[in-house]
């Protein structure tokens, strides 16, 4: 899946990028019949239904060009919003200082899902805080992860 995501990525990112908006990421999700693939974009002056049909319409018609996707599919185009998920390690580099929630794709120390402040990328890795406790855990093993909104 991470390859047809790389794919899908290197096919959409121009399209997304020529009408002013950068990629933050994308995800596919398969299930049953139909699956689902979810296309976040941002900018520095915000996202709006304008932006995200504009779009959705250029993407529709590469995808249909193109084909990358067997079968059906739904589009979604939208904000990453206020609990934007976290794709690349730019995006961690990006959001220092903030609470994120991760869940690792295999368990360490029993457990799999994280939450805490971001406190620092080196290398390939990221410095999470959680209560008196720093994990230092690879970006690669990272599942999903997304800010925790602060209100």
Same mark, same amino acid.
């Given at each position: 899946?991470? %390859? ?12 997304? &990028?020529?009408?002013?908006? *950068? ?8 299930? $049953? ?6 296309? =976040? ?7 709006? +239904? #304008?932006?995200?049909? !504009? ?9 249909? +060009? @193109?084909?990358?996707? *067997? $079968? &059906?599919? +739904?589009?979604? +185009? ?13 995006? =961690?580099?990006?959001?220092?200082? %903030? *609470?994120? !929630? ?5 368990? =360490? @120390? $029993? *457990? ?21 406790? &720093? =994990? ?6 990272? #599942? ?8």
């Amino acid at each position: 899946m991470a %390859e047809r995501g790389q794919t899908l990525r290197d096919l959409l990112q121009p399209v997304v &990028e020529a009408l002013g908006a *950068q990629l933050w990421g994308l995800d596919l999700q398969s299930g $049953g019949r139909r699956k689902l693939l979810r296309i =976040y974009i941002d900018r520095e002056q915000g996202v709006d +239904v #304008e932006l995200c049909a !504009a779009v959705s319409r250029q993407v529709s018609a590469v995808m249909d +060009v @193109e084909d990358p996707i *067997q $079968g &059906e599919y +739904v589009l979604e +185009v939208s904000s990453p919003g206020m609990d934007r998920p976290l794709y690349e390690l730019a995006h =961690y580099q990006q959001l220092l200082g %903030e *609470q994120i !929630a991760l869940k690792l794709r295999f368990a =360490y @120390e $029993g *457990q799999r899902n994280f939450k805490g402040l971001l406190k620092a990328v080196e290398g390939d890795d990221i410095v999470l805080a959680v209560a008196d406790h &720093e =994990y230092l855990f690879p970006v690669e093993g990272i #599942e999903k992860a997304n800010v925790v909104p602060q209100f």
